[in-house]
């Protein structure tokens, strides 16, 4: 049974500050997706890493995926606050379903 | 635009009550989803089609049945709703991707917010 882990599962960080989240996932599997959640709000897609390799960025936020390591990395770039949210790292098993990660909820300070 | 939406968005119920969440989608999707969110605990497949003819239990199916009336339309059916069935539920939809590359990327609905007294 697939499994995916999020380290770590808060993080405090100040404005202006770099840091990463982790997802380790069990099982081989070369499907890796994050997803923004805001306070009582719906999933937002924010990467979709297909491959060994794979590298995506959208503005202060860079997706990683190394399939051998069975790891994903999000990096946060100079946070700000309004990337205060919850992110969610998802794998791709049989099946086409989708293992959610319990969620890093991020906030961002002034 | 294209988009997933369920209802209702809220529901207050009693214990032993049947409850029924709606979902419909115009992506033009084949694949649907039903998920339960609990704090903590991320987000857990309930059920999932991937067509019409095609109803398959996920990791958390006792207590809940659904039902694909078309392609556009999942139900999600709590026969005698439980306290521990309080949650947040999402419906989420995929396809294959356009250019044929399996995104199986998963577009997710607004939520309804259950709660069983």
């Known amino acids: 049974e697939l499994k995916v882990e999020q380290n770590p599962l808060f993080l405090s960080m100040q404005e202006g500050k770099n840091y990463t989240i982790y997802c380790n996932y069990s099982t081989t599997s070369d499907r890796l997706y994050w997803y923004r959640q805001d306070p009582g709000k719906s999933l937002e897609s924010l990467f979709v890493?297909?491959?060994?390799?794979a590298v995506k960025q959208e503005g202060r936020l860079m997706a990683s995926l190394d399939t051998k390591a069975r790891l994903s990395t999000l990096h946060i770039t100079a946070a700000v606050h309004d990337l205060s949210a919850t992110y969610f790292c998802a794998s791709l098993q049989v099946n086409y379903k989708l293992t959610f990660g319990k969620g890093t909820l991020l906030t961002v300070n002034p | 635009d294209a988009d997933v939406t369920q209802t209702p968005r809220n529901r207050i119920t009693k214990t032993g009550k049947r409850i029924m969440l709606e979902c419909s989608q115009t992506k033009g999707h084949d694949r649907m989803y039903w998920y339960r969110q609990d704090p903590g605990l991320g987000l857990r497949l309930i059920y999932y089609s991937f067509d019409v003819k095609d109803i398959n239990k996920g990791e958390i199916s006792d207590g809940y049945s659904v039902s694909r009336q078309a392609q556009a339309k999942f139900s999600l059916s709590l026969e005698s709703a439980i306290p521990n069935q309080t949650a947040l539920y999402f419906c989420?939809?995929?396809?294959?991707?356009?250019?044929?590359?399996?995104?199986?990327?998963?577009?997710f609905g607004p939520g309804t917010r259950l709660t069983v007294l």
């Open positions: 989420a939809t995929s396809d294959l991707g356009t250019s044929g590359s399996l995104v199986h990327e998963q577009f």
């Open positions: 890493l297909l491959s060994n390799g």
